[in-house]
């Protein structure tokens, strides 16, 4: 494998200005189309997917999250389709070759969830929190693959990235290099990304990965590519790369100003930058959030110590040993009152994120995504 710099592409290593401030005008100009939150409430679901208007990604939306590793994709396809109806702006969907833990039980293919589910809702942006693009899959097969929902669904689509995990990438390929490396490469991915979506020939012989190609059905017009970041020193470089964040509440607050520091050194504004944020909810008591906590145990150090490991099972056992419950619950918002999970909302969105995206660990899915719908989503307008 060549490591040699001296012919790679300026944009794979160091973005260049003018060509990140191209891209994001171009961006803006290709998202800023529609309403705000809700507005998949009021469209008609297209069965050609893409004869709706969508929302703007920089404005203020409220997301469903569909959790790959909890329901097996029939199940997905439902939830988002009864979400999208509901007037969720944007179905998320994790992106897993396995599960976070083993009692999850699930981890179908995110990207035949998401071709399959735009033909149902004709309105709802879709796309991945997140794909890996260094390891399990190649950088230039993402870009085929997000080009080609994206003229499925015009305008519809965004694609998130991260810099996986070892449960995803380790089992799968054997790799998982240091921390470095993993954010190197991802940044080298993205900009093959960028340019294959050109439709303009591709000569890249990087420091990781070479491509000597053309996409010969780029997407009609420019993919929102979203960095996840959970640490000071990725959210500045997420800020920097990408054209938003994936992050969680916690990270956003303690690190908001990297982000935005990052940004600014590429030269965009971060105020018109897409920024979605999960927030885990439950709508009922504490009997009921603590059946949903048993299945996301691990979150309050997924991404502290967790991420190294790479077997389910032992994720499971290490989390169930080390974080007690109300460890689990102590972020979350549980209640069966409206108005609580509205000011939570609300909170999110004052603190400048764009997309609040709900994510519960409840069996039935439907009694959140009902509750939102009648109670919750009418009232944030």
Known sequence: MSRDRSSMPRAALQPDRRELLRWSSMLA???????????????????????????????????????????????????????????????????????????????????????????????????????????????????EGFASLARLYPGRIFLGVGSGEALNEQAATGEWPKWQERWDRLIEAMAIIRGLWSGQDVAHKGQYYTVNARLYDPPPQPIPLLAAANGKK??????????????????????????????????KDPSKMPVLVEHYVVVGDKSDAQQAAELWRFGPKAFDTLYNVRDPAEIQRRAEANTPIEKVLSSWTV??????????????????????????????????????????????G
């Open 29 to 143: 100009m290709a998202s800023g189309i529609g309403g705000g939150i809700g507005s998949a409430q009021a469209a008609q679901s297209s069965p050609q997917g893409g004869a709706s208007e969508p929302a703007s990604l920089s404005k203020k939306m409220i997301g469903y999250m569909l959790a790959h590793e909890q329901f097996p994709i029939g199940d997905i396809l439902r939830i988002g389709k009864n979400a999208s109806q509901a007037g969720f702006d944007v179905l998320a969907t994790s992106d897993h070759f396995q599960p976070w833990q083993a009692n999850q039980g699930h981890s179908s293919m995110a990207w035949v969830s998401i071709g399959a589910l735009g033909a149902q809702t004709g309105q709802a942006w879709m796309g991945t929190t997140v794909t890996c693009p260094t390891f399990r899959y190649n950088p230039a097969v993402v870009a």
């Open 234 to 267: 990725s959210m500045r470089l997420a800020g920097q790369h990408a054209d938003g964040l994936v992050t969680d509440p916690a990270t956003w607050k303690k690190h908001k100003q990297e982000w935005q520091e990052g940004a600014a050194k590429a030269g």
């Open 335 to 380: 209640s069966p009152d409206p108005e609580a999970h509205i000011q939570a909302v609300h909170e999110l969105f004052d603190s400048g994120v764009t997309i609040v995206n709900t994510h519960s660990g409840q069996a039935d899915q439907n009694k959140v995504v009902d509750f939102y719908g009648n109670k919750v989503i009418p009232k944030l």
